[in-house]
């Protein structure tokens, strides 16, 4: 049995990025960990009902996926990249320390969201083998309206070397990433079904198989 910990920087980015290899973890046996590296509060101009209804999508999510445990930070959304690294890289250690994950998925780096870049780059400093060793498998995921939208003429766009068969779990992940209220709208909008089976279709085609979800694996030990 597996500890796998995916780390969102935001709510729905779990799902968008891994949520049919996160369920096929589950079905394995594994313990799944979901942590969320930013939060919306009154204090950011959120109404009462926005953060108690974000709440409620968490929860929800939470008890879909079966995770064992979610970890949720007080850091504002869109503002990661304003705080000292060494305060997010902090946060992570201390979750890492706690339950000793041996497999990590952590968004793409040039994602044009500024939170998942500090994300990519905290998450990492807390993968070397000498302080965390229990850390065997380091995967990055795509996340729909943020990877695609890297649009970097140096050749570094996502190149995923890894591909994980969800064709049992697609249906699952859909109506998992529908307890977003308001995330998903109609296509041609990034976070739409259509969309949704469409980059699956298209990674499961490179693998073979009926849907897929692609990573780029930068730790493998074996």
Partial sequence: MGIVIVIAPHPDDETLGCGGTLL???????????????????????????????????DAVSLK??????????FATTELDTLPKKEIIGFISKIFNTIQPDTVYIPYKNDVHSDHEVVFSSAISCTKSFR???VRRVRVYETLSETEFDLNVDGSSFMPNLWVDVSGFL???????????????????PRSI?????LATLRGSTAGCI??????????VI
């Fill in 211 to 220: 849907a897929a979800e692609a990573f780029i694996s930068i730790k493998e």
């Fill in 65 to 74: 996926y079966k995770f064992k445990d979610v970890f949720r930070s007080s």
């Fill in 194 to 198: 259509e969309n949704i089976k469409a």
């Fill in 171 to 189: 249906a699952e992940k859909i109506e998992i990433m529908k307890l977003y209220d308001g995330e998903m709208k109609e296509h041609p909008f």
């Fill in 24 to 58: 096929r973890h589950v079905a394995k046996g594994d313990d799944v960990y979901w942590l969320i590296m930013t939060s919306i509060t009154g204090v950011a101009g959120y109404t009462e009902e926005q953060v108690t209804a974000r709440d409620k999508e968490i």
């Fill in 132 to 134: 965390y060793p229990c």
